[in-house]
């Protein structure tokens, strides 16, 4: 018989300066559920979110959160000095409560001044406690598997204390179950989901129209229609949870989860437009909405970013613009790595800065009164555009940090999104 869950200790890791947002998002979706207990729990932490959540806590937020990377549950912490004490931690747990032998495992670590030499010395040794707890109870046991185990454990190591994690989600929840072409370089829909709650950009009517016009295969406008649609980042996908025996119990709360989400699904509330000015990107990115539920919900359009009409009143621009074919990494440094622009033709052959010089000139006679948020690993790009932002975000893509820039659009005017007089703008990087 499977075991019961009590409430217990849930991490959910995320890109690094989405950690506010991430906390936003976890109380909102706690709060609708009716869980306001753990929902007082959550804290933003450096690298995610911690809180204390019961069993249907931990398979809502994966369902539900569009930010979150993993959902991990804690089932052992306390202090250790060598792997012998790591060993015992993990013998400490019933492990055949969560997998029978027939299953497969995995153990992966993550540290952060931990004194301890081989990290991979350390998952063996876990892996070891496993087996011999299963062995002991059961007369066999599980084999590993590296690739997509039935258990997956998260051993994480500070300086002189450690946590023991299952792994709920299994692959990454950014792999929302849409996405077979890709395009060059394609954003990460968690990352796209960011961009939008740090735009403010809830997909009602209220927040206006939405509009990429960089879509390349349309991260951005999917995650913004599945929004608008109120469709569950998750509802389309499996998760790891699911093969575990504490969870066979919570069969049925998790089937009338998913039924109760699939009802909250609607006519989209305001309307998204995307466009690219390759046809095959186009491509990619309708066959995506199209698997994604939300090809309806997106009006794409093969055009120039320069030549673009204005598709509504008013709206939000939302965009990780090109910056030629791939943006790599270098430099090692504490402060964060910086970015190298590998190729700089772009549309007609311009270069980046008489693109976004251009781009920028478009916006102000087309989009007065709209904002416009560009995520950017280009610390001068507004100069560039000649316009002022009003807010930088930090965010990383990847190993690449950015920032998110808002530009306030004014019509005809250099001195687009300046703040109101005496106002500094506002660097979220303060916020962190």
């Known amino acids: 018989m499977p075991a019961v869950l009590n409430p217990s200790p849930l991490f959910l890791p995320c890109a690094a300066g989405v950690e506010p947002l991430l906390a936003d998002e976890v109380r909102a979706i706690l ?20 809180l204390i959540g019961s069993a249907a806590t931990a398979m809502r937020l994966n369902l539900e959160s569009r930010l979150a990377q993993r959902v991990l549950w804690q089932v052992a912490e306390g202090g250790y000095r060598d792997e012998r004490d790591l060993y015992e931690l993990a013998c400490s747990v019933r492990w055949s409560d969560w997998i029978t032998p027939r299953q497969t495992l995995r153990v992966d670590t993550t540290a952060v001044r931990s004194p301890l030499q081989s990290l991979h010395f350390a998952s063996l040794r876990i892996k070891d406690a496993v087996c011999d707890v299963m062995r002991e109870d059961s007369g066999e046991r599980p084999n590993v598997d590296p690739h997509r185990p039935d258990l997956s454990l998260v051993l994480h190591l500070h300086e002189d204390h450690a946590t023991i994690s299952v792994d709920l989600s299994g692959e990454a929840l950014f792999k929302r179950g849409w996405r077979e072409a890709k ?31 960089c879509c390349g295969a349309g991260t951005i406008a999917i995650e913004a229609a599945q929004i608008a649609c109120g469709i569950a980042p998750g509802l389309q996908r499996s998760f790891a949870f699911e093969r575990l025996q504490p969870f066979r119990l919570e069969a049925p709360a998790w089937q009338a ?89 772009f549309e007609g052959g311009g270069t980046s800065q008489a693109f976004f010089s251009s781009l920028a000139a478009h916006w102000k006679r087309h989009h007065a009164g709209w904002t416009a948020w560009v995520l950017t690993p280009d610390a001068k790009l507004g100069q560039a555009m000649r316009l002022k932002e009003s807010r930088r975000v930090p965010m990383w893509n990847g190993p690449i940090e950015c920032r998110l820039l808002r530009f306030d659009l004014v019509a005809g005017s250099n001195r687009a999104g300046r703040p109101a007089e005496g106002a500094p703008v506002r660097d979220a990087d303060q916020d962190a």
Request: charged letters at 25%.
């Open 257 to 345: 989860m998913k039924a109760e989400a699939r009802a909250r699904v609607h006519a989209p509330a305001v309307p998204v437009f995307a466009g690219d000015v390759s046809f095959r990107m186009t491509d990619f990115a309708t066959r995506n909405a199209e698997r994604a539920g939300v090809a309806h919900a997106i009006e794409f359009k093969t055009m120039d970013a320069l030549q673009r009409p204005c598709p509504a009143e008013r709206g939000v621009l939302v965009l990780n613009p090109p910056y030629g074919e791939r943006i790599d990494a270098k430099g090692t440094g504490s402060a964060g790595q910086a970015a190298r622009l590998v190729r700089e033709d």
């Open 183 to 213: 395009g060059e370089a394609p954003l990460k829909e968690t990352l796209a989901a960011a961009m939008l709650a740090a735009a403010g950009w809830h997909g009602r009517p209220e927040d206006g129209a939405l509009l990429d016009p």
């Open 31 to 50: 709060t609708a559920a009716g869980a306001p207990r753990a929902a007082e729990s959550v804290r933003a932490e450096r690298g995610g979110v911690s």
